[in-house]
């Protein structure tokens, strides 16, 4: 089907309550397609967005689900052969799509899009420069692997031009390995790190440059290419560049230079310079280094589409955040519970000192889930007791869905127990979610705040531990 070829036509997604799938969804419906979709099990955040769409979801995966015929299926990259709805796909030859596919036929070829990549930090940078677009009046499309709470969606399709777009380097689909970003068509790109990650589809450091140089290398000549400074993989991958590149960061020469960061309790300050001169002051209310990093980034690459550093700063001071990132889910008795989807011992240790900076004299307690497809394995097991100890306690479940890991593989959350206190930090494993609330909510006291660090649902951990509290605190306040 062609880009505006909708007219009724119907799409089918399976895998539909992934972040990227639900918002595709969506995206489409708007478009005007007919618009269904299946998965293993109905889940919010997405679940609650298909719902307001009107978008059916159907459950559990069945042939039957793919009666009437689509036009077209949309596989998400976590299914894979063996799924009753893709096999009926393939014995029938419907017309097969993987997200990155749809994404570039049916919105990318008819806009500017503009990439934000990196193993960390995309999230948030892409939401915050289509904040930026935005607040510009540029009416950008975007579609963010989150819940951008400036727009309260992941997603929009708008009139204007752009189309920003976070550049995952995660695989595609089952017929397709590559990263998703390579088909992304990248008329200009942030990259803001580059490390070892998805230990699943990736074999070491040489294979994750190599992604990243092949998208670094799709940028034209015309293009422009924003990237951390002082970061020697992230230079590697630029060797590939035939568009100009800028750096960002801390470095005297960087030419988007960071200076004078001010650290508050509700807000974060800093100057940039750029190319050695005074260019704009910004401010949000994030914390955090990394957040600072990651809006400097935005705010160079918007100055490449003519929006004033004034309007940018605008847009920076009105930057609310993305749902997971740093986001406050209680305040209990003077104890507050943050969620952070860290899931990489360099993010975790981000997450750790931004909430530092923010709570600079509170007893700071980490909550654990090993549950990423990396950090199941023994990959990280001593950057990790680096990242963790910077808590000032810490919780740890055991490793989610173990069998899943081969067991010479498998991450030791015990070598992770010894490593702690061995650096002075208490510590402590736990079976799951609930025996951490059982054992820990008793242990809390006000002033304390609690990260808890996932990328899933970590057994909802998120409501049982507040209500737990509140619990607790109705029956001291009666006692």
Known sequence: MRAGDASQQHVHLIGICGTAMASLAGMLKQRGFKVTGSDAAVYPPMSDLLASLNIPVSQPYSEANLKPRPDMVVVGNAISRGNPELE????????????????????????????????????????????????ANKNPSFLIGGIAENFGSSFAVKQGRHFIIEGDEYDTAFFDKGPKFLHYLPQSAILTSVE???????????????????????????????????????????????????????EKDSHWRIAGVRYGPEHTTWRVHKEGKPWAELEFELAGEYNVLNATAAAALASHYEIAPTKIAEALKTFKSVKRRLEVKAEVAGITIIDDFAHHPTAIAGTLKAVRTRWPKARIWAIFEPRSNTLRRKIFEDELVKSLALADAVAIASVFKPEAIPEGQRLETSAL???????????????????????????????????????????????????????????????
């Open 88 to 135: 009926y796909v393939l014995d029938e030859r419907i017309v097969l799509r993987s997200l990155p596919q749809v994404v570039q036929e049916q919105f990318l070829r008819t806009r500017e899009s503009v990439v934000v990549a990196g193993t960390h930090g995309k999230t948030t940078t892409t939401s915050m420069l289509a904040w930026i677009f935005q607040t």
């Open 196 to 250: 070892f990650d998805h230990a699943d589809i990736y074999a070491d450091l040489d294979a994750v440059k190599l992604a990243f140089k092949r998208l670094v290398n799709l940028v034209p000549r015309k293009g422009t290419i924003v990237a951390q400074d002082n970061d020697a993989n992230v230079e590697e991958c630029l060797t590939k560049a035939f568009c100009a590149v800028e750096r960002y960061g801390f």
């Open 417 to 479: 127990i010894r490593g702690l206190k061995k650096a002075g930090r208490p510590a402590s494993e736990f079976a799951d979610a609930d025996a951490i609330v059982e054992k820990v909510a008793p242990q809390l006291r006000p002033g304390e705040v609690v990260v808890i660090l996932s990328n899933g649902g970590f057994g909802g951990i998120y409501e049982k531990l507040p209500q737990r509290l509140r619990t607790l605190h109705e029956v001291a306040s009666k006692a």
